[in-house]
């Protein structure tokens, strides 16, 4: 059974710091990983899908790479802002389907 | 890239009643579909497994009586609450996965049962 932890659970940096989330999995026979962000009372907004014959995906700020052999996956954030203050939930798909989702980490970026 | 739309957004009810979420990929077909509820402070959870003219598959010690999920069409999936209690109070979320791999999330709906 896939099992994903995300720590640190709440993390809170003042604005501009370079910070990275980190996501543990304890199977690596996955078929990608995607980082989410969920606001408060709101859905959740895809950030970036690794397949699992990549090592890394970049949008802009956010970077996120995948170590299957590890099993980690970190999402680093490049002078963060108070806007990117929610929580971040990574998500791997493995067999059957079969999404499973971390605890989440609660990121407070402090102007 | 695809999208998929979760209609209520939010919706209270009163407990006892039942309660409809809708779950639509706006342009492409969803050969299946996957409804998620999260708990506070927890991560989200898969409830079941629908394709597209066929029952439901539910993950342990989901109460499909309770769940009721239908996926008549390859856009649209249902997931009914019945007799809503205030524990069934949530986050519930749907994704769809057309012929690719990739499964799109909906954006959620929040249900409070008073």
């Known amino acids: 059974k896939q099992e994903v932890t995300q720590i640190p659970a709440a993390l809170s940096v003042p604005e501009g710091e370079n910070l990275v989330l980190n996501c543990s999995f304890t199977?690596?026979?996955?078929?990608?990983l995607q980082w989410f962000r969920q606001d408060p009372g709101k859905g959740l907004t895809s950030l970036l899908l690794?397949?699992?014959?990549?090592r890394e995906q970049t949008s802009g700020r956010l970077n996120a790479s995948l170590d299957k052999s590890s099993g980690r996956s970190t999402l680093y954030i490049a002078a963060s802002q108070p806007g990117d203050s929610a929580t971040y939930l990574c998500a791997l798909r493995g067999g059957y389907q079969k999404v499973t989702f971390g605890t989440g980490t609660k990121l407070q970026v402090i102007p | 890239g695809a999208v998929v739309s979760q209609h209520p957004s939010r919706v209270i009810c009163k407990s006892g009643t039942s309660v409809k979420i809708e779950c639509r990929s706006l342009d492409f077909q969803a050969t299946t579909m996957f409804w998620y509820r999260q708990f506070p402070k927890q991560s989200l959870m898969l409830m079941a497994t629908?394709?597209?003219?066929?029952?439901?598959?539910?993950e342990q010690g989901v109460e499909k009586d309770k769940f009721l999920i239908n996926h008549a069409s390859l856009t649209l999936s249902t997931l009914t609450v019945t007799s809503a209690h205030p524990e069934d109070s949530s986050f519930y979320i749907c994704?769809?996965?057309?012929?690719?791999?990739?499964?799109?999330f909906g954006p959620g709906t929040r249900l409070l049962v008073l």
């Open positions: 629908s394709n597209e003219g066929s029952k439901a598959t539910y």
């Open positions: 994704s769809a996965r057309g012929t690719s791999e990739t499964q799109y």
């Open positions: 690794i397949q699992s014959s990549q």
């Open positions: 199977d690596s026979a996955i078929y990608n």
